[in-house]
């Protein structure tokens, strides 16, 4: 090296030196946040109430007008692709109230027709749907069974009687005589002329005999051959006659059992019609009953054997009579009601779905195994949600459907074709080989609601083409609502209607009030207040345990306030460990003292549904260089784009700043010390800049203070996220250390509005013990966390001497002309091969 | 009977179930299988190659009509004794097994002789107390020709048949009385049957004058006293003809008839037509 390199680095200085030199903040410059800054809090004189039994319960929706008129829109819409996606966090009570606008919408509406599922006689692998007025399908399934049921009873005494057994045995006579007679007169024959007809293990075979015994070969052999030739003769002679009557038995029996039939279905006829009647009076009007009804009568004619068969089960030696219902052998005559409207309820149905697998949606065709083979017919067609909604609305959470395989194809499908079509998507790909039905598909008139986050409707929206097409309504619910007082009164009305639903006891207004500020809280917004009625339902009810734990009979403030003070212990315990460690200087913070290029960041981490804030040491050094800031955290991929970009964003603001005229020779690394995970957004961008700041000025900062904010290129602090829990975080950590009064947090000016901070940190500042200071640019900031005047630039385009900008300037003009000086061209000694600059 | 060896403990009769074709009526066989279970016995099967058949296969000419009667063949001795082998074999295996279910102890054996000498030899061999059972229904067979096999066979005291309608074995089994002096006998046996036929026993009165009729009712009624499992019926019109015999046994459906021969159910001269075109069970035939 050829220069002396200067004594730059200072970054963990903590002398006061160069602060002596400085031009101190004038006191109460910087005054920090007054206390009603800190929390909103709401008087309970100003609610108008004594407590929520006072007030009418409220069921609806509040605050949710854009999606209210949005679901009217779509429930009124006709068209089959009008249906709806209600977006909005979870547990906001928007399938509650969805609900409860179609349900009275639906109560309104005509019942839908009904729909079973039939044999079909001519193709049993088809089964035939039948539409019926609303509420009669059951009766229908009824009146099937009893006609069953009375033919079970009437057909066997027919069959049984005399009329019917005369008839039978005449023919059976008819037939048996003619065979045997021909028979015997064959056999008698055969004797007349010596010849035996004897039965052999297979058939029959003929011989001469002589006094009624087969005549011995040898004996026969004796004989002239004359007489052997006319005896041979006459054995083919009567074989050949023995052939025509045994081969006559075939075409005989068959016209018996043919004369047996027609006599069974003449016998029949009349008993099936007797019991059909009844059903056909009953269903007159509906054309397609008395179709199904005149081919079931045809069946039952031609299968009236079934009833005169035993089953199968039946006991040699009690006989039990099996429910016709279940007995197989009369299944075919039985109806699969798919659905039944207007029984229960009046109206059109409206239905959720908590389960929206394939096969709740679109119905299944269940199987039984018999004889170690899967078989099954038109009763086991089993109903899905769309076959129950038909004419209504289904509700449907979107998460759960698109989780289900083949669900969600198969109900774009439906409602594209408009009709409930039964398949098994297994056997369709050739998983399972077995016999299969093919129903008859069932017109669809269902106004489908889907309800999700907003991140899965934008998905849809964007990956799914036929998403937008065939869900044309965006129902869109709002996660908070302004806080105003007509609001904490409908507010109040939810916790009555809670209160009412899950019969608790009453709330007090003071009770209401806690609520209505842990609402606000929620919704990270003093001005805002949460509609997530989850969270609100839960902390109603878990308020009123401890109020009845309390053996009180309203619930009041204090029961409100250990209903949240409980919930967050019981998820706190990465709280607790992350306060532990840090007392236990296992982490490094520091909450007294300065130091020169480090400062406390604050970052919020979420556990399930409990978050908390954290504080992070930031460190930053600095060096001349050729103008780069080291973000160490993006060097080793744990710093997120956010992050960088906020880090990238400081270059931006040094640059501009400080180094207008000449070039930014600097090297700076920044990192998050001890920080083991990944690091993402901007909020620490504005700590990061004062850590620079800091370093390059070699001011120290008062390390009794944590910042939180983005910064942008012109310096203004802008607003970030989690700010109360941040606040709260920094607040618990130097309590646990003993609160000085010379601690607080840095948070922007525009984070003031969502400020909700618990009651213990508003107390607090209260009693002068911690402060919270909102700043809007990043000299305020310097100030305040320096006690050093930052400096505005004066009319010689100069920062005031001994301000913090004026420093940072001087040293970065510095490390410019230093790495000026390093960068003139080298020159090779060609006598001692030494470079000089 | 074999109902009377086994309560005087004395030499076990057996129930011998004669065979002589491939298709026997399986009513027959169950029936045999069900007398052996109902008395404790055993079966001893008889399959008989019959000797005239075997000399009607010598001839030259002998040809073999199948039983649809769509094909004929000519045979010989050894496509006899063949298609007798092969049929008995089988016949053994099913034998075997319903004899197996029933728990009733089964001997077998293959004679070569003419079927009522066979049956004659068997009996007289298994002991004096024997019933005979025949697998082939009685469809044209002669009262003649059931007292020549009870004369020819003396070691039976008993006949199992079935006619060509034959399709049960439970049911109530009906003991038709013609004389008196055996009923107690026959309510024995009735007894031991319904035990695996399951069904109720009737007592069927059968005589040809009302007077004696009702004489014969009064009887009965005496000699059950109080017994409720047991039904006494007493036919209406017609009685004493055959035919109308034959339809009040079919109407009431039983699952075993007992009768005597030589009465009206079965006479000792005609023929059976009538009975065995109504009756659907097999008939115990007692001497």
Same mark, same amino acid.
């Given at each position: 090296?050829?220069?002396?390199?200067?004594?730059?680095?200072?970054?963990? +200085?903590?002398?006061?030196?160069?602060?002596?030199?400085?031009?101190?903040?004038?006191?109460?410059?910087?005054?920090?946040? +007054?206390?009603?800054?800190?929390?909103?809090?709401?008087?309970?004189? #100003?609610?108008?109430?004594?407590?929520?039994?006072?007030?009418?319960?409220?069921?609806?929706?509040?605050?949710?007008?854009?999606?209210?008129?949005?679901?009217?829109?779509?429930?009124?819409?006709?068209? $089959?692709?009008?249906?709806?996606?209600?977006?909005?966090?979870?547990?906001?009570?928007?399938?509650?109230?969805?609900?409860?606008?179609?349900?009275?919408?639906?109560?309104?509406?005509?019942?839908?027709?009904?729909?079973?599922?039939?044999?079909? !006689?001519?193709?049993?692998?088809?089964?035939?749907?039948?539409?019926?007025?609303?509420?009669?399908? *059951?009766?229908?399934?009824?009146?099937?069974?009893?006609?069953?049921?009375?033919?079970?009873?009437?057909?066997?005494?027919?069959?049984?009687?005399?009329?019917?057994? +005369?008839?039978?045995?005449?023919?059976?006579?008819? /037939?048996?005589?003619?065979?045997?007679?021909?028979?015997?007169?064959?056999?008698?024959?055969?004797?007349?002329?010596?010849?035996?007809?004897?039965?052999?293990?297979?058939?029959?075979?003929?011989?001469?005999?002589?006094?009624?015994?087969?005549?011995?070969?040898?004996?026969?052999?004796?004989?002239?051959?004359?007489?052997?030739?006319?005896?041979?003769?006459?054995?083919?002679?009567?074989?050949?006659?023995?052939?025509?009557?045994?081969? *006559?038995?075939?075409?005989?029996?068959?016209?018996?059992?043919?004369?047996?039939?027609?006599?069974?279905?003449?016998?029949?006829?009349?008993?099936?019609?007797?019991?059909?009647?009844?059903?056909?009076?009953?269903?007159?009007?509906?054309?397609?009953?008395?179709?199904?009804?005149?081919?079931?009568?045809?069946?039952?004619?031609?299968?009236?054997?079934?009833?005169?068969?035993?089953?199968?089960?039946?006991?040699?030696?009690?006989?039990?009579?099996?429910?016709?219902?279940?007995?197989?052998?009369?299944?075919?005559?039985?109806?699969?009601?798919?659905?039944?409207?207007?029984?229960?309820?009046?109206?059109?149905?409206?239905?959720?779905?908590?389960?929206?697998?394939?096969?709740?949606?679109?119905? =299944?065709?269940?199987?039984? +195994?018999?004889?170690?083979?899967?078989?099954?017919?038109?009763?086991?067609?089993?109903?899905?949600?769309?076959?129950?909604?038909?004419?209504?609305?289904?509700?449907?959470?979107? =998460?759960?459907?698109?989780?289900?395989?083949?669900?969600?194809?198969?109900?774009?499908?439906?409602?594209?074709?408009?009709?409930?079509?039964?398949?098994?998507?297994?056997?369709?790909?050739?998983?399972?080989?077995?016999?299969?039905?093919?129903?008859?598909?069932?017109?669809?008139?269902?106004?489908?609601?889907?309800?999700?986050?907003?991140?899965?409707?934008?998905?849809?929206?964007?990956?799914?083409?036929? /998403?937008?097409?065939?869900?044309?309504?965006?129902?869109?619910?709002?996660?908070?609502?302004? *806080?105003?007082?007509?609001?904490?009164?409908?507010?109040?009305?939810?916790?009555?209607?809670?209160?009412?639903?899950?019969?608790?006891?009453?709330?007090?207004?003071?009770?209401?009030?806690?609520?209505?500020?842990?609402?606000?809280?929620?919704?990270?917004?003093?001005?805002?207040?949460?509609?997530?009625?989850?969270?609100?339902?839960?902390?109603?009810?878990?308020?009123?345990?401890?109020?009845?734990?309390?053996?009180?009979?309203?619930?009041? *403030?204090?029961?409100?306030?250990?209903?949240?003070?409980?919930?967050?212990?019981?998820?706190?315990?990465?709280?607790?460990?992350?306060?532990?460690?840090?007392?236990?200087?296992?982490?490094?913070?520091?909450?007294?003292?300065?130091?020169?290029?480090?400062?406390?960041?604050?970052?919020?981490?979420?556990?399930?549904? !409990?978050?908390?804030?954290?504080?992070?040491?930031?460190?930053?050094?600095?060096?001349?260089?050729?103008?780069?800031?080291?973000?160490?955290?993006?060097?080793?991929?744990?710093?997120?784009?956010? $992050?960088?970009?906020?880090?990238?964003?400081?270059?931006?603001?040094?640059?501009?700043?400080?180094?207008?005229?000449?070039?930014?020779?600097?090297?700076?690394?920044?990192?998050?010390?001890?920080?083991?995970?990944?690091?993402?957004?901007?909020?620490?961008?504005?700590?990061?800049?004062?850590?620079?700041?800091?370093?390059?000025? @070699?001011?120290?900062?008062?390390?009794?203070?944590?910042?939180?904010?983005?910064?942008?290129?012109?310096?203004?602090?802008?607003?970030?996220?989690?700010?109360?829990?941040?606040?709260?975080?920094?607040?618990?950590?130097?309590?646990?250390?003993?609160?000085?009064?010379?601690?607080?947090?840095?948070?922007?000016?525009?984070?003031?509005?969502?400020?909700?901070?618990?009651?213990?940190?508003?107390?607090?500042?209260?009693?002068?013990?911690?402060?919270?200071?909102?700043?809007?640019?990043?000299?305020?900031?310097?100030?305040?966390? #320096?006690?050093?005047?930052?400096?505005?630039?004066?009319?010689?385009?100069?920062?005031?001497?001994?301000?913090?900008?004026?420093?940072?300037?001087?040293?970065?003009?510095?490390?410019? @002309?230093?790495?000026?000086?390093?960068?003139?061209?080298?020159?090779?000694?060609?006598? #001692?091969?030494?470079?000089?600059? | 009977?074999?109902?009377?060896?086994?309560?005087?403990?004395?030499?076990?009769?057996?129930?011998?179930?004669?065979?002589?074709?491939?298709?026997?009526?399986?009513?027959?066989?169950?029936?045999?299988?069900?007398?052996?279970?109902?008395?404790?016995?055993?079966?001893?099967?008889?399959?008989?190659?019959?000797?005239?058949?075997?000399?009607?296969?010598?001839?030259?000419?002998?040809?073999?009509?199948?039983?649809?009667?769509?094909?004929?063949?000519?045979?010989?001795?050894?496509?006899?004794?063949?298609?007798?082998?092969?049929?008995?074999?089988?016949?053994?295996?099913?034998?075997?097994?319903?004899?197996?279910?029933?728990?009733?102890?089964?001997?077998?054996?293959?004679?070569?002789?003419?079927?009522?000498?066979?049956?004659?030899?068997? &009996?007289?061999? &298994?002991?004096?107390?024997?019933?005979?059972?025949?697998?082939?229904?009685?469809?044209?067979?002669?009262?003649?020709?059931?007292?020549?096999?009870?004369?020819?066979?003396?070691?039976?005291?008993?006949?199992?048949?079935?006619?060509?309608?034959?399709?049960?074995?439970?049911?109530?089994?009906?003991?038709?009385?013609?004389?008196?002096?055996?009923?107690?006998?026959?309510?024995?046996?009735?007894?031991?049957?319904?035990?695996?036929?399951?069904?109720?026993?009737?007592?069927?009165?059968?005589?040809?004058?009302?007077?004696?009729?009702?004489?014969?009712?009064?009887?009965?009624?005496?000699?059950?006293?109080?017994?409720?499992?047991?039904?006494?019926?007493?036919?209406?019109?017609?009685?004493?003809?055959?035919?109308?015999?034959?339809?009040?046994?079919?109407?009431?459906?039983?699952?075993?008839?007992?009768?005597?021969?030589?009465?009206?159910?079965?006479?000792?001269?005609?023929?059976?037509?009538?009975?065995?075109?109504?009756?659907? &069970?097999?008939?115990?035939?007692?001497?």
């Amino acid at each position: 090296m050829f220069f002396k390199r200067a004594p730059l680095d200072k970054s963990v +200085a903590t002398t006061n030196d160069t602060v002596q030199q400085m031009t101190p903040t004038a006191a109460g410059e910087h005054a920090p946040l +007054a206390v009603a800054e800190l929390r909103r809090c709401v008087d309970p004189a #100003t609610l108008g109430f004594q407590s929520t039994s006072d007030l009418e319960p409220i069921t609806g929706l509040i605050g949710q007008d854009r999606a209210l008129r949005a679901i009217q829109f779509g429930a009124d819409m006709k068209s $089959h692709d009008f249906n709806m996606f209600v977006l909005g966090p979870p547990a906001s009570g928007k399938s509650t109230a969805v609900r409860t606008y179609l349900t009275k919408k639906a109560v309104e509406a005509p019942a839908p027709a009904d729909w079973v599922y039939v044999n079909n !006689f001519e193709n049993q692998n088809r089964p035939r749907a039948l539409k019926l007025p609303a509420g009669r399908a *059951r009766r229908f399934a009824a009146q099937m069974v009893a006609a069953i049921d009375e033919l079970r009873t009437t057909l066997p005494s027919v069959f049984e009687s005399e009329e019917y057994q +005369a008839r039978r045995r005449a023919i059976e006579e008819e /037939f048996r005589s003619g065979q045997e007679e021909a028979f015997e007169a064959l056999n008698r024959k055969a004797q007349a002329q010596n010849i035996a007809v004897l039965r052999t293990p297979m058939g029959f075979a003929m011989a001469p005999v002589h006094e009624g015994k087969v005549v011995k070969p040898e004996v026969f052999n004796a004989l002239p051959e004359d007489m052997r030739k006319n005896v041979q003769t006459k054995i083919e002679a009567l074989q050949k006659e023995l052939e025509a009557i045994l081969e *006559r038995v075939p075409k005989s029996d068959k016209q018996r059992r043919h004369r047996l039939s027609e006599l069974n279905e003449d016998i029949a006829e009349g008993a099936v019609g007797e019991a059909l009647d009844d059903v056909r009076a009953g269903f007159s009007d509906v054309p397609e009953i008395l179709q199904f009804l005149d081919a079931a009568g045809k069946d039952l004619i031609r299968h009236v054997g079934l009833f005169l068969a035993s089953t199968g089960d039946e006991s040699e030696i009690v006989k039990q009579s099996v429910d016709t219902s279940r007995d197989p052998r009369f299944r075919r005559f039985m109806v699969n009601l798919i659905v039944g409207n207007g029984e229960s309820s009046p109206g059109a149905p409206v239905l959720e779905e908590i389960n929206p697998t394939y096969g709740n949606l679109i119905g =299944r065709i269940e199987h039984i +195994a018999q004889m170690g083979a899967l078989v099954t017919d038109f009763l086991l067609i089993k109903p899905g949600a769309l076959h129950r909604a038909n004419g209504g609305y289904l509700l449907i959470d979107a =998460r759960k459907l698109l989780l289900s395989p083949y669900a969600w194809e198969a109900l774009k499908r439906t409602i594209k074709a408009r009709e409930i079509r039964i398949e098994q998507p297994l056997e369709s790909m050739g998983m399972i080989s077995t016999q299969t039905l093919d129903p008859e598909p069932i017109p669809f008139d269902v106004k489908v609601v889907l309800f999700g986050e907003r991140e899965l409707y934008y998905m849809l929206a964007a990956y799914d083409p036929d /998403f937008r097409g065939l869900f044309k309504v965006q129902a869109d619910f709002d996660d908070t609502i302004a *806080r105003s007082e007509e609001n904490n009164l409908a507010y109040a009305r939810v916790i009555a209607s809670i209160t009412a639903e899950h019969k608790l006891k009453p709330f007090d207004a003071s009770g209401v009030a806690r609520v209505i500020e842990e609402g606000a809280r929620l919704a990270d917004d003093r001005e805002k207040l949460s509609i997530e009625l989850g969270h609100i339902s839960d902390l109603v009810r878990e308020a009123d345990y401890w109020s009845s734990q309390g053996g009180r009979e309203v619930t009041g *403030r204090e029961d409100v306030a250990r209903a949240i003070e409980e919930g967050i212990q019981r998820a706190d315990r990465l709280r607790d460990r992350a306060q532990e460690v840090i007392g236990r200087d296992i982490v490094l913070i520091d909450t007294s003292g300065a130091k020169v290029g480090q400062i406390n960041g604050l970052s919020v981490l979420q556990v399930g549904t !409990f978050s908390f804030g954290r504080p992070s040491r930031i460190t930053a050094r600095v060096r001349m260089g050729q103008g780069r800031v080291v973000d160490i955290e993006r060097e080793v991929k744990l710093g997120g784009p956010l $992050h960088s970009k906020g880090v990238m964003i400081l270059w931006g603001y040094l640059a501009g700043r400080y180094a207008e005229d000449v070039p930014l020779a600097l090297a700076a690394t920044l990192v998050f010390e001890q920080s083991y995970g990944g690091v993402d957004g901007d909020s620490a961008s504005s700590t990061e800049l004062y850590a620079l700041l800091s370093a390059l000025s @070699e001011v120290p900062v008062k390390q009794g203070h944590a910042v939180t904010g983005s910064v942008n290129q012109r310096g203004e602090v802008q607003a970030i996220g989690g700010v109360n829990e941040k606040i709260e975080g920094f607040y618990d950590v130097c309590k646990a250390r003993g609160l000085t009064g010379g601690q607080g947090v840095l948070i922007p000016k525009s984070n003031v509005q969502h400020l909700m901070l618990r009651e213990d940190v508003v107390e607090a500042v209260r009693e002068g013990r911690f402060a919270v200071h909102a700043v809007g640019h990043i000299d305020e900031g310097m100030e305040i966390l #320096t006690g050093v005047k930052a400096g505005e630039r004066g009319e010689d385009r100069q920062f005031p001497a001994g301000s913090i900008n004026r420093l940072v300037e001087d040293k970065l003009r510095l490390f410019a @002309e230093r790495a000026k000086a390093f960068g003139r061209p080298r020159i090779e000694s060609q006598e #001692t091969g030494k470079i000089t600059s | 009977m074999i109902a009377h060896v086994a309560e005087a403990a004395e030499a076990r009769g057996r129930v011998v179930l004669q065979l002589r074709t491939a298709n026997p009526n399986p009513v027959a066989i169950e029936a045999a299988v069900r007398v052996a279970q109902a008395f404790q016995s055993g079966i001893e099967t008889v399959f008989v190659e019959d000797l005239q058949v075997l000399d009607l296969a010598s001839f030259p000419f002998a040809r073999e009509v199948s039983l649809t009667g769509r094909r004929s063949r000519a045979i010989s001795s050894s496509d006899i004794e063949q298609e007798f082998r092969l049929a008995f074999a089988s016949l053994r295996r099913r034998i075997e097994a319903l004899a197996r279910a029933a728990e009733v102890p089964i001997r077998q054996r293959i004679v070569r002789d003419d079927p009522i000498a066979a049956l004659a030899t068997t &009996c007289a061999e &298994c002991g004096p107390w024997n019933v005979v059972a025949l697998a082939e229904p009685f469809g044209t067979l002669s009262s003649e020709s059931l007292r020549h096999l009870l004369e020819a066979v003396a070691d039976a005291t008993g006949l199992v048949l079935v006619g060509p309608k034959a399709r049960r074995t439970s049911g109530p089994v009906i003991a038709a009385v013609e004389d008196l002096d055996r009923l107690p006998s026959m309510l024995r046996a009735g007894e031991r049957l319904v035990s695996v036929t399951g069904g109720p026993l009737v007592i069927l009165l059968i005589a040809d004058d009302e007077e004696r009729l009702h004489w014969m009712e009064g009887q009965a009624r005496l000699l059950l006293g109080e017994r409720t499992d047991t039904r006494i019926v007493v036919p209406g019109s017609a009685r004493g003809a055959a035919e109308a015999v034959a339809e009040t046994l079919r109407r009431l459906e039983g699952g075993f008839v007992i009768s005597q021969y030589g009465g009206l159910v079965v006479p000792a001269n005609g023929d059976l037509r009538a009975l065995a075109a109504a009756l659907e &069970c097999p008939i115990f035939l007692v001497r």
